[in-house]
């Protein structure tokens, strides 16, 4: 198979932003995450959690509660502003102001009678403010009595005629039709930062104090306490179990049993403790079979409760999500370049050299260090969603939601102009992708078009947009492909599973692509079906191991020099999938490199198979084939983003 | 593993018509191994030479009389008791008589005479044991050491009644059976005596095979006539195949195997027409063999040959039963012996059995020189104990060469032939204790304890024994243990303080501090690191060790003492391959030592100094280790930073894919 130089890379200090909040759609299975500096993300539960979606962060948007309404999203912050997304075009559709200061939550009932949703938010200034959710915007309908001190949490009662408020050192139960408060529960000096409202009228608050509460919502009297932590209980989230997060990072579960075997006098009973966080759990989903929570560590976990699930199986494993499912490091492959995309910058660097040869494991001496050339701020508010950077190097493009800039990059001199007309379809784009000879950019605009211009010499020149036909979906995450015609050349049949990576290969034109569900097709452009190789595939199925991977392939690309190889990574390896091998069957030794390298040479023919995968390089972010054979691998340890992260809030440590 | 042999004829048979009922009323044994006594069901009594399936001899009754029960011999007059017509003053049920005891006759209501008495006073009365509608199934007579029993079962409305008749003086007990499943009635049973227990064996048709343990001396007699529940447990669960078994029986071959006839092979089908030997400590199958014609649940063992009526013969079938082990048990030992081997084994067994010292020589010679000892492993445990039983009957006959040998071949455990370490101790072999110690994987404390006890009041002065000690560890395998020879002459001394050799060289330079002194001699040392050496477990081992004198107790601790301190001076004493122990056995050693004789040690006051030098020693030793752990810990943190291979922010890498 070969040698390789590697470039390994861990100077891009990308850094995810701290989860805020979350929502669970039940219906169409889809998390909404929103993080810290405004972005949200939606993942797929239904598709082995695979983040669909994206939608770019804002200066100042500051979402403190999320709500699914139907297949609607709105979230709320401190802004004081109520946002509804667009989940076509990922952003922001429209915005209304609250008018009651900051908004801490926001809550909509689960269902309604009379087809117009009404959904609440709570203000700062002591208001419960009804709203109309109509069918393209929302409507202010009234307010609820208003109360001296910040609405924290909000929970509708199931039968959508009361809502308990928590609030400072005090619950209230309003009655949603005459909007008088019908209810209260006071306790001392607490924040009640997290509220449930039961059918039978039990009202489960949370509180700064650290104590999980059980209250009686008809009579207002406590019924039952549960010191959870010496800090805070952050979050709840309820159904025949409950879930409370905490500051110090545990997830404590409450379950409404009996303690008894006839399954009489049954009672809120603290059943399980989760520690999968260093710092404050701050949003907390409990689905049907798993508590998945997340917080000021940026992790997103999703932890499958056993009883609920079979054991054993892809769907008890607990999964943890450090990086997005895409990738945010471009590379130019000509000429050694690397592109690094923040939030609110790019950073170009060139790779370093060395000269010399070295055997495998060697580390080569670096002859010349890597060097950052440019560090380009964005402009205006909005967060950067994508940027690429032409195979040559010659060019840098980079979109938010409002803008699209395009810039001239001199590598010798290392001078970089901005391209200033633009075409006017060229607004924004969600993806961008140069062509393999850097004469062509395409990028994927609203609505599912993809926008061609051409890149002359000094001005760029509108070519063509590719529509979809009506009803198609949008490619919202598959980077585009490296050479599209101009004209619609044929459909790839649709797979059940969302594509995570595609790739057409240069030489052959056959797409390669790759789902969430770690399936991988080859389709033949030329001939228009599955090529033989992707049957032969399919027929004899994928090796379990590389099915039970749980991050998804995030890029695919090829190798010019072996054009059977095919080169793909995720978080944990990178693997080389040589067509011309056997494919491993299913008591085959997946991970068999170390066991090769052990062999002699005439034996590893016998235990070769297709797949060579590498497991040397961890948390990788992306991992490039450049034109002069080497590898550039880009790592992220996750323990480097550890030790930036804020000092947690309490830290429990031992005898304390 | 057990075996069974290739059987033959012994006698033809004249079944019932209806085919029920196989003819033969009973075998017995006769004067030897080789003689049975055949009754068939009509008329005829026959006296069999096995070995050469013929009839040495027969009787008949009259026309119009039978025999009603099974002919036996009196070994002690050389006289035939046969009952026809099942009348003397009362019905009898039947008559045993077994070597060592006197002819007993059991009356069919459950009353039982010797057969003097009866023949004394033929018309005395005869009481009535039974209840009504009780009646016997199954009796026989057994001989312990200072008893005779009659032992017999009845039925009576579907209970299962034990009786347990003494006898001289006379006492009854009475047990009652548990219930198997409704319906079902024992199909055999079989009574042995071992360990001052009477145990019954007993075959139900579902396959369950119970033993029930009563002891010899037995409970107070219950005049009233109380019936004790008989506890039991089950030793087997036999495949049973399709539906039950009908025509049944099991026997007790011995302390862990039985043999049962008309029952499945487990991986033969349903077919019922097999006999088996079980081991029931391992419940595995030994061996089996298919029975051609009915069976007809009938089943005699007499020295190692079984007898089985079945069609129209009865058959003779050898069998033998090796003393199990785990590993032969779970078939891990190989089973490739010929019958011409086996031959070649039993030739040598008899040979051990009689012949003289040099021949039993010159017979493991020849054994030990085939090329496929290790495939006679069983075999040579046979052997081994054999030659042990014979020596322990025999005072004259000692082969130490012989066993040695033997259990050089690492083929034998001390469970194969568990007198031979005691038999080498009392023989003062020591030779062959250390060789037993070294080879033998199952020593059990008790016996260690023994060695120790031995080796430790060994009189120096045994300069004969040491002579010849030494003439044997030169011998053919070079076989030398313990300290190098170098240094022989310097631990010749034993006892406190060095012998004579000591203090000559004493006077030439300084006196070391006496506990640099081994305190016991060369020979004594070697055979106290042997001990050092063996497995076990220190609850065992512990009520053991407390059996030792206190002087012995002191010696042994100044002898771990020098061998702690010797390992506390020279970090890697056990080289050239020799056997030592090693430090941690030591102070194992030291510690079970310590826990057994505490009080004994500090109420002695010849232990007060070594006490002392111990405890001061450990406890520079306990901060030396203190120490130590400091430096470990520091160097773990140099080498926990040299294995963190520093990445850093950039590398270039060279990695190789196959």
């Known amino acids: 198979m070969g040698e390789f130089k590697v470039h390994r890379v861990r100077f891009f200090d990308y850094m995810p932003a701290a989860i805020r909040a979350m929502a669970f759609n039940r219906r169409t299975e889809r998390l909404a995450l929103a993080r810290a500096d405004g972005a949200l993300e939606i993942f797929n539960f239904a598709d082995n959690y695979f983040q669909e979606k994206v939608i770019p962060g804002q200066d100042g948007r500051a979402v403190e509660a999320l709500c699914w309404v139907g297949r609607r999203l709105f979230s709320a912050g401190l802004n004081g502003e109520i946002t509804e997304y667009d989940l076509e075009n990922l952003r922001p559709r429209y915005t209304v102001e609250a008018y009651g200061g900051p908004i801490w939550t926001i809550s909509a009932v689960a269902y309604s009678l009379s087809g117009c949703v009404p959904c609440q938010v709570g203000c700062e200034d002591g208001t419960v403010k009804m709203f109309e959710v109509l069918e393209d915007r929302i409507q202010f309908q009234r307010n609820l009595d208003r109360q001296k001190g910040r609405i924290i949490s909000l929970c509708w009662h199931p039968s959508a005629s009361l809502i308990a408020a928590g609030m400072m050192d005090m619950i209230r139960i309003f009655d949603v039709e005459t909007g008088k408060g019908v209810g209260a529960s006071k306790s001392k000096e607490v924040v009640v930062w997290s509220i449930a409202f039961l059918s039978d009228h039990t009202i489960i608050s949370g509180d700064s104090a650290g104590k999980v509460q059980i209250w009686d919502g008809l009579t207002g009297t406590l019924a039952r306490t549960h010191l959870v932590t010496k800090w805070d209980v952050l979050a709840l989230s309820d159904e025949s179990s409950l879930v409370a997060g905490t500051s110090e990072g545990t997830v404590v579960q409450f379950q409404f049993l009996s303690s008894t075997l006839d399954g009489q006098n049954k009672d809120w009973v603290r059943t399980r403790t989760f520690k999968n966080h260093s710092h404050d759990v701050r949003a907390l989903v409990h689905t049907e079979t798993a508590v998945v929570s997340g917080g000021m560590d940026t992790q997103l976990v999703v932890r499958p409760l056993l009883d609920k699930v079979e054991k054993n199986t892809q769907e008890s494993a607990m999964r943890k999500m450090a990086f997005p499912h895409r990738s945010l490091v471009c590379c130019a492959k000509k000429a050694g370049l690397l592109l690094f995309q923040f939030p609110d910058h790019l950073e170009l660097w060139r790779l370093g050299e060395s000269d010399g040869h070295g055997n495998p494991g060697d580390s080569l001496p670096v002859k010349r260090k890597p060097e950052k050339l440019i560090q380009l701020k964005r402009k205006g508010e909005d967060h950067i969603c994508c940027s690429a950077l032409s195979p040559c190097g010659g060019w840098l493009a980079y979109s938010t939601v409002t803008s699209f800039r395009l810039y001239r990059l001199q590598n010798n001199t290392i001078s970089i102009t901005k391209v200033s007309k633009l075409p006017k379809d060229l607004r924004s784009a969600h993806q961008l992708c140069f062509s393999t000879d850097s004469s062509r950019l395409f990028a994927s605009s609203i609505n599912s078009s993809v926008v061609v211009v051409a890149l002359n010499q000094p001005e760029c020149k509108y070519l063509h947009t590719l529509k979809p036909k009506s009803g198609e979906q949008q490619p919202t995450t598959a980077s585009v492909s490296l050479s599209v015609r101009l004209q619609l050349h044929c459909t790839v049949p649709v797979y059940g599973s969302c594509p995570t990576a595609i790739a057409i290969h240069p030489t052959s034109s056959n797409l390669v692509v790759v789902h969430a569900d770690q399936q991988i097709f080859e389709y033949s452009l030329v001939q228009k079906e599955y090529t033989e190789w992707s049957r032969r595939l399919q027929k004899q199925g994928l090796h379990s191991l590389w099915l039970e991977r749980d991050t998804p392939i995030t890029h695919v690309t090829f190798n010019p020099k072996h054009p059977a190889h095919i080169i793909l990574h995720d978080m944990f390896m990178f693997c080389v999938i040589d067509q011309s091998l056997p494919l491993p069957e299913a008591k085959t030794r997946l991970f068999n490199q170390m066991i090769l390298r052990s062999l002699p040479e005439p034996m590893r023919i016998l235990h070769r198979h297709a797949f060579k995968m590498c497991k040397t390089f961890q948390n990788l972010m992306c991992v490039r084939l450049l034109e002069d054979h080497s590898l550039v691998v880009v790592e992220r340890p996750l323990l480097d983003i550890m030790s930036q992260l804020p000092a947690p809030v309490r830290q429990k440590r031992f005898a304390t | ?658």
């Open chain 2, 1 to 658: 593993m057990a075996a069974l042999y290739e059987g033959y004829t012994l006698c033809g048979l004249a079944p019932a018509q209806n085919q029920s009922n196989s003819g033969v009323l009973g075998v017995e044994a006769e004067r030897d191994s080789d003689h049975v006594v055949v009754t068939d069901s009509t008329r005829s009594v026959t006296l069999y030479k096995v070995s050469d399936q013929k009839p040495l001899s027969s009787w008949t009754v009259k026309q119009g009389q039978t025999l009603t029960c099974s002919a036996v011999y009196n070994p002690q007059t050389k006289e035939y008791v046969a009952v026809s017509d099942g009348k003397v003053s009362a019905d009898v049920w039947r008559v045993h008589c077994v070597a060592g005891g006197e002819p007993v006759v059991l009356f069919k209501r459950g009353a039982v005479r010797l057969l003097d008495a009866l023949l004394s006073a033929p018309q005395q009365p005869i009481e009535e044991v039974l209840a009504q509608e009780e009646s016997i199934r199954w009796s026989t007579n057994i001989v312990t050491e200072s008893q005779q029993f009659a032992i017999f079962t009845t039925e009576q409305k579907g209970d299962h009644f034990l009786y347990l008749q003494r006898l001289n003086p006379n006492t009854l007990q009475r047990y009652r059976l548990e219930r198997e499943e409704p319906g079902l009635s024992p199909l055999s049973f079989s009574a042995s005596y071992r360990d001052k227990h009477i145990r019954l064996l007993y075959l139900y048709p579902n396959g369950h095979v119970y033993q029930s343990v009563v002891s010899e001396r037995g409970l107070v007699t219950d005049e009233g006539g109380q019936a004790f529940p008989l506890p039991r447990s089950l030793l087997l669960s036999l495949p049973v195949g399709e539906g039950l078994l009908e025509a049944a029986s099991a026997q007790a071959l011995d302390e862990a195997h039985i043999a049962v006839v008309g029952v499945p092979h487990p991986s033969a089908g349903s077919g019922k027409d097999f006999l088996c030997i079980w081991n029931t400590n391992f419940q595995t199958l030994q061996a089996g063999k298919e029975i051609a014609g009915k069976i007809y649940g009938q089943l005699w063992s007499f020295w190692n040959k079984l007898f089985i009526p079945h069609g129209k013969t009865l058959s003779v079938i050898p069998y033998e039963c090796p003393k199990s082990s785990l590993a032969s048990a779970l078939g891990k030992m190989r089973q490739v012996k010929t019958e011409g081997e086996l031959e070649q084994i039993c030739s040598t067994a008899t040979t051990f059995d009689t012949a003289p010292v040099e021949e039993v020589q010159r017979e493991v010679d020849l054994l030990l020189s085939r090329t496929d000892i290790q495939d006679l492993q069983p075999s040579l445990g046979q052997l081994a104990s054999t030659l042990v039983s014979r020596t322990l009957q025999d005072p004259a006959f000692y082969t130490p060469s012989s066993l040695a040998q033997l259990v050089h071949t690492r083929c034998l455990c001390h469970s194969v032939c568990p007198d031979l370490v005691l038999l080498a101790l009392e023989r003062k072999d020591y030779f062959l204790c250390q060789l037993c110690l070294q080879f033998f994987p199952d020593i059990p404390e008790a016996i260690t304890c023994a060695c120790l006890k031995a080796f430790i009041s060994l009189e120096p002065d045994g300069v004969s024994f040491m002579e010849t000690l030494i003439a044997r560890e030169r011998g053919p395998d070079g076989l030398l243990n313990g300290f190098s020879p170098t240094s022989a002459a310097e631990y010749r001394s034993d006892g406190l303080g060095g012998g004579g050799t000591r203090a000559q060289q004493d006077e030439e330079m300084t006196s070391p501090p006496p506990e640099q002194i081994c305190p016991v001699g060369l020979h004594k040392a070697v055979l106290l690191n042997e001990v050092l050496q063996t497995a076990y477990s220190d609850s065992f081992l512990l009520p053991h060790l407390k059996d030792l004198s206190s002087q012995q107790v002191v010696l042994f601790l100044q002898y771990l003492q020098f061998l702690y301190l010797k390992y506390s001076q020279d970090a890697f004493p056990q080289t050239h391959g020799l056997r030592s122990p090693s430090l941690s056995q030591i102070l194992d050693w030291v510690c079970v030592l310590l826990d057994a004789h505490f009080t004994v040690l500090v109420m002695t006051p010849e232990a007060k100094g070594l006490l002392v030098n111990l405890h001061s020693f450990v406890k520079s030793q306990v901060r030396l280790v203190s120490e130590l752990g400091k430096i470990e810990g520091s160097l773990q943190e140099l080498n926990k930073m040299t294995a963190k291979k520093d990445v850093g922010q950039y590398s270039i890498e060279i990695i190789e894919l196959f």
